[in-house]
């Protein structure tokens, strides 16, 4: 690096080198409104110095505004004033003889690297380092010992979760926690079969889970990459092919395009190589590797020409490299062990059940302590108020909140799978409902990471009409000055570039391979740093030339148009307008041009300008929709990128990100120099994060967390790695995506459609909602069992109902219904409400008032059979079976009222339109009455047969409840409607 200039040695002609850049900046065109074009090698593939140049030109007196593209070098000024020709040159020398713009922020390179800067040395330095020969490559015996001594090149894998460790896992939340307590108590006490029961429930849970999510581990491990690269390697003089794995540093490495590069390796030779290093940088297009380049060693990742990065693709070109470094220590094992140590936060609905169970537990110890207080002030023994505790304790437990809550998620998951997204934990289901911000990577996630031609322009301006014939032979130029070829399934071989023209030329109807028999290439003249286009030559009928490359340096060569119109300075400056028209896209332009007579030295003459092609990444289908589904419903969408400013803002604009506000854009400098503190309301506020690293995407998407929001980061790339195992949900690419991103992600979508999301946070907003009316509709019910046994236990003693009993009313009127109620169908306007503030209880404080005012109307109707049972039968089993039936069958009528949280929105006609939940209690009413047909269940839950009179009184006692509780909350006849609203996230 010479004054931040890219420095390249002389190479002779068809050496595998790239000649030396010329430094000079050249006026390339002025028009007389003011608008000059100059050309600035220095400033090529600079972007942050070409930023730097931006703002300065942009405020230099006499200039009204300033564009640089770092892509091309160019610098488009427009001018508020008389400057002369050399003026402007020398405002732009001096821009770029200022420090400010010399300088390159230095946050981002040695973040997460160690060892030597292999980019910062010579070739011939780093051939020394390695001790290998730069003719004939490591010996066969030098390889095998350095294989010994570093181990086989593979990245290290990441921790998988055991077998045995996900069993586990099942059994560690505190409602779980809290049943296996309540089974011991009961055999302390001689309840065997109240403890089996319990565990039972316990096994069932855990079976659930551990199946589900077991089956969602083995689909995404299918998805993974098992296939291995092979590599040509130099080794003892002979080129020979080697699996990826036994490569180690020091060999001399070939390369072309279509290979994926197996490590990190310093670029020794190199003939128009270019580079997709999309998965490590989030760059869209590919980067030109230059062997000879010096360059800075705080360079960023995304601007090392001299390097070649493991898991990155050959685009282009060809090359020979050293290799530096293999497995664990190459750059994207440094990201990939970022991802390590990074943390996922614990789901928001895993949290909420166990800060409930915390209180339902206060609340089991408290009634306990209150029954033994008056058990003791009875003079009862101790055997009996344990025995009687350990019944209240049974009643305070919601044996059904496990199973409920698992088997909604799990079911939830298995909904999600047919729709092509799997989920690793049951618990991330819900916490898709939760999100409240959504992270987007920009290339591979929103864009298809490929080019294609969206423009094609057979004339000087897109306001101009077609020149006739040439729309026709622009597609032949396309498929003739072309190294691609035409396939079963389209273009293939050579560059994404080359591909989407030979793409477009198929979509036009060309029969590539009858062309180019009909017009064999007799010669190739290929691109140079100062010859911009490839020139290729051709026999058969027809022009004889065909010129592709940059649009200025096409023109340049061209004498007329297509038909035969002189190309005066008018027509030129349509043609550079429309490039710009194009270019600010931004777009990727090509202009081709035709001509008969032979090119001197590769530079053709006398040409006539036939068109200009404009290629894109394209934004996946369904992208705009997907954006537009987020914001509706409450989501703050949020693109962080690698790639340049200017092209995520123009997908950003594509995607309306704003909606239609001014779009908000950080660029990696900034990320870099701000305070981290502040990092997460600035985020906030963000539309856009551009040309960020892996660590800065980690710190984006924790400064959001840290500043109490629950977020989703997609990705598909090594460099999305860290922010996708540190989201709360990290959502990888399934059929596009990197082997560490489907690692290390929760959340994968199989066929990359992001519309499936869609339906995912639906379904996750579903299932929050249902477990919420099952967890209110539990814990009503058990705090009426609760009321019922302190009343009973402080009238007289032998009345409170046994430990079995009431464990059977809660595995019939618990987890048959509260599975009913979780497995209801989502609201209509579940897309449409903004997502749940995470310090939202699942539980608010106004539902609990009503579900204990609820509670209280069962408890009071089951109580009036109680004591009219006493009147009748005295303490004993009659009694206790009256309150039974009324206490189980009024809880079961009582599910029919839960269906919605708002009691506002229950309507009579939907008392019964989950058919889940209506065949739920027909299966528990069932199974609430079995008892009273069955001798054995009746002496295991210690009641007696009843007579027509106090059935009667029991089934009254059961339907009071459900009446009551509907003409409180005023239910009517009238239909349900729905309110849409639109949610403001800007």
Not at 52 to 81: D, K, N, Y
Not at 705 to 732: E, H, R, Y
């Amino acid at each position: 690096m010479v004054n931040g200039k890219l420095r390249l040695p002389t190479t002779p002609p068809g050496s595998l080198a790239v000649p030396r850049t010329p430094p000079s900046v050249s006026l390339a065109h002025r028009t007389a409104g003011g608008r000059v074009r100059l050309r600035c090698p220095a400033l090529r593939n600079r972007p942050e110095r070409a930023q730097a140049a931006e703002r300065h030109l942009g405020a230099v007196p006499g200039v009204r505004t300033a564009e640089v593209r770092a892509t091309t070098g160019s610098v488009i000024l427009q001018l508020a004033g008389p400057l002369s020709d050399a003026e402007v040159l020398a405002a732009v020398q001096a821009t770029l003889a200022a420090p400010s713009c010399r300088t390159r922020p230095r946050a981002t390179r040695r973040a997460a690297e160690t060892g030597p800067a292999w980019h910062g040395l010579s070739a011939e330095e780093a051939l020394t380092r390695v001790a290998t020969d730069a003719t004939t490559g490591l010996s066969d015996e030098e390889a095998r010992a350095r294989l010994a001594r570093l181990g086989a090149n593979r990245l290290p894998g990441g921790a998988q979760r055991s077998q045995a460790a996900m069993l586990a896992e099942q059994f560690q939340s505190l409602p779980v926690a809290m049943l296996l307590g309540s089974a011991a108590v009961s055999v302390a006490t001689g309840g065997a079969a109240d403890a089996a029961a319990t565990i039972a429930v316990v096994l069932i849970n855990a079976a659930l889970g551990y199946v589900t999510e077991g089956q969602a581990e083995a689909s995404i491990s299918k998805l993974m990459d098992s296939s291995e690269e092979a590599v040509t390697v130099l080794r003892d003089g002979t080129a020979r092919t080697l699996p990826a794995r036994e490569l180690v540093p020091g060999d001399l490495v070939e390369m072309h395009a279509g290979r994926v590069i197996a490590a990190d390796a310093r670029l020794v030779a190199a003939r128009r190589l270019r580079v997709d290093e999309s998965a490590l940088t989030g760059e869209t297009l590919p980067v030109t590797k230059l062997p000879d380049a010096q360059v800075d060693e705080e360079a960023p990742l995304g601007e090392r020409p001299t390097m070649l990065h493991s898991g990155t693709l050959v685009a282009e070109g060809e090359g020979r490299a050293v290799v530096v470094a293999t497995g664990p220590r190459t750059v994207a094992a440094r990201i990939a062990e970022i991802s390590e140590r990074a943390t996922r936060p614990r789901a928001p609905v895993e949290t909420e059940l166990d800060r409930m169970g915390g209180v339902l537990a206060k609340l089991a110890f408290g009634a306990c302590g209150v029954f033994l207080g008056i058990g003791w002030l009875r003079g009862m023994s101790l055997a009996e108020m344990l025995k009687d505790s350990l019944a209240l304790a049974v009643a305070a437990v919601p044996e059904g909140l496990p199973v409920v809550a698992t088997t909604t998620m799990s079911l939830g998951l298995r909904r999600m799978e047919r729709r092509g997204v799997l989920v690793r934990r049951v618990d991330t289901v819900e916490s898709l409902g939760a999100l409240q911000i959504l992270c987007l990577d920009k290339t591979g996630t929103l864009t298809r990471n490929r080019l294609e031609v969206v423009e094609v322009l057979a004339g000087p301006h897109p306001d101009d009409p077609e020149i006739e014939g040439a729309r026709e032979m622009l597609m032949q130029a396309a498929a003739l000055n072309s190294e691609a070829e035409a396939g079963q399934d389209g273009a293939e071989g050579s560059s994404a570039t080359e591909r989407a023209l030979l793409e477009r030329a198929l979509t036009a109807g060309v029969d590539v391979a009858a062309l180019r028999a009909a017009r064999p290439l007799e010669a190739l003249h290929e691109r140079r740093p100062e010859r911009p286009y490839m020139v290729t030559q051709h026999g058969g009928a027809g022009p004889a030339v065909f010129v592709k490359g940059a649009p200025e340096a096409v023109l340049a060569q061209c004498a007329a148009l297509w038909d035969g119109t002189p190309l005066d300075d008018a027509l030129r400056s349509r043609i550079l307008a429309a490039n710009d028209l194009l270019a600010a896209r931004p777009a990727r332009v090509l202009a081709f041009a035709a001509g008969d007579a032979p090119p001197e030295d590769g530079v053709p003459r006398a040409m006539r300008w036939l068109g200009i092609m404009a290629m894109v990444d394209p934004l996946r289908p369904g992208a705009r929709d997907f954006i537009a589904a987020m914001h509706r419903a409450g989501l703050r969408t949020i693109m962080i990128t690698g790639d340049q400013a200017a092209t995520a803002a123009a997908i950003a604009r594509e995607l309306d990100l704003a909606q239609g506000g001014p779009l908000r854009i950080i660029d990696s400098p900034e990320v870099a120099a701000m305070d981290p503190a502040l990092l997460g309301g600035v985020a906030a506020q963000a539309h856009v994060f551009s040309r960020v690293s892996a660590a800065q995407k980690l710190a984006i998407v924790q400064a959001l967390q840290q500043s109490g929001a629950v977020v989703g980061m997609t990705g598909d790339g090594v460099n999305d790695g860290p922010a996708l195992k540190a989201a709360n949900v990290g959502i990888a690419m399934g059929a596009s995506g990197t082997d560490l991103a489907r690692d290390v992600a929760n959340v994968v979508i199989r066929d990359d459609e992001l519309e499936t999301l869609v339906d995912a946070i639906a379904q996750g907003r579903a299932v929050y909602r249902n477990i919420r009316r099952a967890l209110e509709f539990l814990i009503a019910t058990n705090l009426s069992e609760i009321l019922v046994g302190m009343v009973e236990a402080a009238h007289g003693p032998g009345e409170i109902e046994s430990p079995m009993e009431l464990l059977w009313i809660n595995l019939v009127s618990d987890v048959l219904p509260g599975l009913g109620l979780a497995l209801a169908d989502p609201d209509p306007d579940a897309m449409t409400r903004p997502p749940r503030a995470p310090d939202e209880p699942v539980i608010p404080p106004e539902h609990f008032r009503r579900m204990t005012l609820d509670a209280g109307t069962i408890a009071a109707a089951s109580l009036v059979s109680h004591f009219v049972g006493l009147a009748r039968f005295g303490p004993g089993p009659q009694t206790r079976a009256m309150t039974f039936l009324s206490l189980s069958l009024g809880q079961l009528a009582y599910a029919l009222t839960c269906q919605r949280s708002d009691p506002a929105k229950l309507r009579l006609e939907r008392l019964f339109a989950n058919r889940n939940l209506d065949g739920a209690l027909v299966i528990s009413g069932g199974l609430a009455v079995l008892p009273f047909f069955v001798p054995g269940l009746r002496r295991l839950l210690r009641i007696a047969p009843l007579d027509a009179g106090a059935m009667t009184v029991g089934l009254l006692g059961a339907a009071a409840p459900a009446g009551a509780v509907l003409a409180r909350r005023g239910v009517t006849f009238l239909p349900e409607t729905v309110e849409v609203k639109p949610c403001a996230t800007s």
